[in-house]
Every structure is written in C-alpha cells, then in structure tokens.
C-alpha cells in the first residue's frame, strides 16, 4: 500500500517538467490549425452515461470500458471515444440547425483492454467534427486538417491511408457471407493475412468480376487507374461502385488541396469503429507502430440520438504523435521562457516590483529567494537545467 503512494496504475503516467511543456505547446498549435478552419471549440463530459458507447452504436466494447455507478445506480463510463459525445451534444444543442456544424476538442480517452499491453490505457486526443455536410468536398477539407495538423507539429514523413466502409460491406453482401463468417475475415484482413483472405474468397465460388474486387483488400496504394478498372469491374455492385466513385472524386479534391501526395487509397482499412459508413482513413509515421491519427465518416449515428445528419471527423492522438516526434528527432521550437530573478531580501520589494513589471510587459518571470549557502552558479545551473536563458540577481551588492 505504501508503494502505490508514489506509483500510478497500469496504463497511465505522469507527464511534467519539460515533456509536458512540449506537450501543451503541441496541443496548441494543433488547435490553432483547427480554429484556422473555422471549427469551433466544445467540451464533452469526461464520462457519459453506459449507453453512449453501447454495442448497438459501435463504439468500444464494453469489456474494454472503465465503468462505474452514480448514487443513483446509474452505469457510467469514462469516455473511450470522442465522436459518440459530440454526436449526443450536438444533436442536443443543435437539433434545428440547416447548415454545417463545425466543431473540434482536446481532452483525454480512457480504454481498459488487456490487448493494449505496453500502451497507455489514458491518451490525449485532439480532433474536430463536421456536422452536416454529407459531401466529397467535406472529405477533403478534413483530411486537408489533417494534414496540415501534423505538419504543424514539424513532422515531414507521413502518409495517410484512405478506405471506404462501404466498399467491404458491398463484397460481404454481394458474396452472402454470414456474420460469423464476416468476423472471421475481418480478422484476416485486420492480421495482414491475404494469403488467408485468397483461401477463404476461393471457397465463396462468386465471380471472377467479384474475385478481383476482392483481391484489392491487399493493395496498399491504389492508383487512379486501379480505381477506375475497379469501378468498371463493380459496375454490377451498387455498394462498392458507389464507394470506388467517391474515392474517385476525393483523388480530385485532392490534388486541388495540393495533399494527394500524403494521401495513399487502401482498401483493406478495418475500422473496430462500426459506425462508419463512408471514408475511414489512419496516418502513419516513422517511430510508432500505432496510427498518430484516426476517422472516417459516419452518416448514421446521429440518427441513434434523434437527428438524421451525416458527419465525418478525425481524432490525432497526442501521445502517439509526440512519440513519433521524439524518436524522428524532431525538434519543436518552443517559446522563449523569459528569465530566473533571484533575489536577497533586503531587495525584495524591488525585485517584485521589477518582476511585475517584466510579467505586465509579456514577460515571463520566475523569482526566488535566494537561499543561504546557495551560489550564483547553483542558480545559473538551475536555470541552464530549465532551458532558461536569461538570470538576473538581485542582491543588494
């Protein structure tokens, strides 16, 4: 019991001196590219009532969920996931409202699961949600966000995956699979197992048109002319072709983002998420094996809170990315961290004074009595440990 004093749960950590500094410098410029395009801020309760993130919706499975009750017996969870709250909130505020919605967030995810071994079971997440615009065109500008997210964060190698919920759901369908047999190759695709997904495709005894729409699962970065063959070969499967032509159409808006070149179509994206229902995208970098940002959109889950509104939105994880940055040696310009004032007491009254002043000015400042037995080289190396560049002593000489 003593030692659990000092030491955190398994899955959670302290974050302090200069790693949270750089973290909250982080969060901030990734918030600031955000505001840039014109989403709004909005603040979800830390944990919802149980039936926020049920089953039914799609979200995290409940064995994964931090749970607990009210004094009224009510089953409460820490949130696992963003998008269910903003939906629940956005349905409640904004109920009647014609045009797009456009909101972000910044705020911690908690998911308990035994597969997150060696992972943190707390993580930051920043992200935004376009309410209301059902378009290709709304796809784009999100992913435009993304993009210009994290190379505000300084980081230069990263690609974003891109897929289609539907295009999977249309081969399960045209191929009658039954839903056990759906988990199953689920899990194949999820694995990298297309050696198993061939087999299992072979048993179906469906098309060859169908056969070939299916081996896309395995491209990792389609062309626009693996695209348009594919359309000609899907032309039979509604579903499918509808998800090939918007991707097609997105490669457009693309390359008038000028983004197309961080942005690869795979096909074979599984999200655990079921809610979605059209694009699902993840971006990866050097030094995490765990995507740094994930989304898609999901054009039926208002309709689990009382309104019909299509939506699409993305959640960069913070911890990830600042991992990512760390191991990429990629150095964040922080800001200036002002000056150290240390002072004798015979000078106080000038050196708060002084103090006041610089801080009023936009200066930050950091004052200390000076210590007996203290030198003005301890200060200097105390400074030089905090990256602060500028002493000043007060002392009466």
């Given at each position: ?7 955190t ?7 302090y001196?200069?790693?949270c ?7 901030d410029?990734?918030?600031k590219?955000?505001l ?7 603040q979800t ?8 993130f049920?089953?039914e919706?799609?979200t995290?499975?409940?064995?994964d ?6 004094k009224?017996?009510n089953?409460l969870?820490?949130?696992p996931d963003?998008t ?5 909130s956005?349905?409640k505020y904004?109920?009647?409202?014609e ?9 911690n995810?908690f998911?308990?699961?035994s ?11 920043c ?8 378009s290709v065109a709304?796809d ?14 300084g980081?230069?190698?990263f ?13 399960v369908e045209e191929?009658?699979i039954?839903?056990?047999d759906e988990a ?17 495709v072979?048993?179906?005894?469906v098309?060859?048109e169908?056969q070939?729409?299916f ?12 695209l348009?063959s ?14 090939l ?7 457009q808006y693309?390359k008038?983002?000028?983004i ?8 074979g994206i ?5 809610y ?7 971006g ?12 898609g959109r999901?054009?039926?889950?208002f ?8 939506a ?7 911890d990830q ?27 106080a009254?000038e050196?708060?004074?002084r103090?006041k002043e ?6 930050l400042?950091e004052?200390?009595l ?5 030198t ?10 905090k990256?602060i ?5 007060m002392d009466?000489e």
């Amino acid at each position: 019991m003593k030692n659990q004093l000092l030491h955190t749960p398994d899955g959670v950590r302290d974050i302090y001196n200069g790693e949270c500094e750089k973290k909250l410098y982080l969060q901030d410029k990734l918030h600031k590219v955000l505001l840039s395009y014109g989403f709004h801020d909005i603040q979800t309760p830390t944990f919802e009532f149980f039936n926020i993130f049920s089953s039914e919706i799609g979200t995290t499975p409940s064995k994964d969920l931090y749970k607990f009750f009210d004094k009224e017996g009510n089953t409460l969870v820490l949130r696992p996931d963003f998008t269910p709250s903003i939906a629940r909130s956005a349905v409640k505020y904004y109920i009647d409202e014609e045009m797009p919605v456009k909101l972000c967030y910044m705020g911690n995810t908690f998911i308990n699961s035994s597969d997150y071994q060696g992972r943190l079971k707390e993580n930051t997440q920043c992200g935004a949600e376009l309410i209301g615009d059902g378009s290709v065109a709304a796809d784009a500008e999100i992913l435009s966000m993304v993009v210009d997210s994290l190379k505000s964060s300084g980081l230069k190698e990263f690609q974003i995956a891109v897929g289609h919920a539907q295009f999977f759901k249309g081969l399960v369908e045209e191929a009658h699979i039954e839903e056990e047999d759906e988990a199953h190759l689920r899990e194949l695709i999820s694995n990298k197992n297309f050696f198993g997904v061939e087999e299992f495709v072979e048993d179906l005894h469906v098309s060859s048109e169908l056969q070939a729409l299916f081996s896309l699962l395995r491209n990792f970065n389609l062309t626009e002319e693996d695209l348009s063959s594919a359309k000609e070969k899907a032309q039979a499967y509604p579903l499918v072709f509808q998800a090939l032509d918007e991707l097609e159409k997105l490669n457009q808006y693309l390359k008038i983002y000028e983004i197309d070149d961080y942005v690869s179509f795979e096909l074979g994206i599984i999200s655990d998420y079921k809610y979605y229902t059209g694009i699902i995208f993840a971006g990866y970098t050097f030094g995490t094996g765990e995507a740094v940002v994930k989304g898609g959109r999901y054009d039926k889950l208002f309709s689990y809170f009382g309104k019909n509104a299509p939506a699409i939105g993305f959640a960069i994880v913070v911890d990830q990315l600042m991992a990512a940055l760390s191991r990429q040696k990629i150095q964040m310009s922080l800001p200036d961290k002002g000056m150290l004032l240390i002072f004798t007491e015979n000078k106080a009254k000038e050196a708060i004074a002084r103090a006041k002043e610089l801080r009023s000015s936009g200066v930050l400042v950091e004052t200390i009595l000076w210590a007996e037995g203290k030198t003005k080289a301890d200060y200097e190396e105390f400074a030089n440990k905090k990256q602060i560049t500028t002493v000043e002593f007060m002392d009466g000489e």
